[in-house]
């Protein structure tokens, strides 16, 4: 009996799988358009007024901008930054900010590395499902793709209330399971990177992330139902008598 529930396990554990790599994949992809996207950062800039706490022009936190999206996605290090501070050019960032970049910087390329694993799987998935079984194994790709998008919108909302009840303890629990180091502890006082990216702008970036989410699992669902509408029409297209024509 074991033996029979093992086999049948172990053929369900490459569609569990495949519906586990959705949510992976849409989350990640949503995560980096996030980190990539000036206009959230500007956003963040114009909402929490940062050119009048922080003494730097908004042209000049765009520019910075930029150089931190560079330096996300370069294996230059460290993060070097100058701007002008009240019209005096300096570093922007201390070395403690400086060492927290880093450990922020492999964060992000764990992310961009499990979306491409999530990503690999699922168009390997399918590929050798093709190649093995032909349309047959539509129904499997259909079922994780329903499963996985099911499981991303779910995860998504138990964030986002997470996030909208006690965004403050789970910024912190973020921190605390993420980085190794206290080098995240930083003063709002005096580090700019604090000043540049108030726990506002986190929470707005948490929200993009959520509505990007929600909405390509959305969009992938949309798709499956079109093509199964489709098929099923071709099907009773084909199932249709012929109209028979005297000669």
């Known amino acids: 009996m074991f033996e029979v529930f093992l086999r049948a396990g172990m053929r369900r554990l490459p569609v569990v799988l495949f519906a586990a790599a959705v949510p992976l994949l849409l989350i990640c992809a949503s995560v980096t358009w996030a980190v990539n996207e000036i206009r959230l950062y500007e956003h963040g800039f114009d909402t929490y007024d940062v050119p009048l706490v922080t003494g730097i022009e908004r042209e000049d936190l765009v520019v910075a901008a930029k150089e931190i999206r560079g330096y996300f996605n370069s294996t230059r290090e460290p993060l070097d930054v100058r701007t002008r501070i009240f019209g005096e050019e300096r570093d922007l960032f201390n070395h403690r900010e400086v060492l927290h970049m880093h450990d922020v910087k492999r964060l992000i390329w ?39 998008a099911g499981l991303t919108v779910g995860v998504v909302v138990l964030v986002g209330l997470l996030s909208v009840t006690g965004f403050d303890s789970l910024f912190l629990f973020f921190h605390e399971v993420s980085f190794s180091n206290d080098f995240w502890m930083l003063d709002p006082r005096r580090d700019f990177l604090v000043m540049m990216f108030p726990q506002g702008f986190w929470f707005d970036a948490t929200m993009f992330v959520a509505f990007v989410t929600v909405g390509l699992a959305v969009l992938l669902l949309g798709s499956v139902a079109a093509v199964r509408l489709l098929g099923r029409w071709q099907e009773r297209r084909r199932e249709r008598p012929t109209a028979q024509h005297p000669a």
């Open 110 to 148: 764990g992310v961009y590395g499990v979306g491409a694993a999530a990503a690999l799987y699922l168009l390997a998935f399918l590929c050798l499902g093709l190649r093995l079984r032909g349309r047959a194994v539509g129904p499997q790709v259909t079922r994780g793709v329903v499963w996985g």
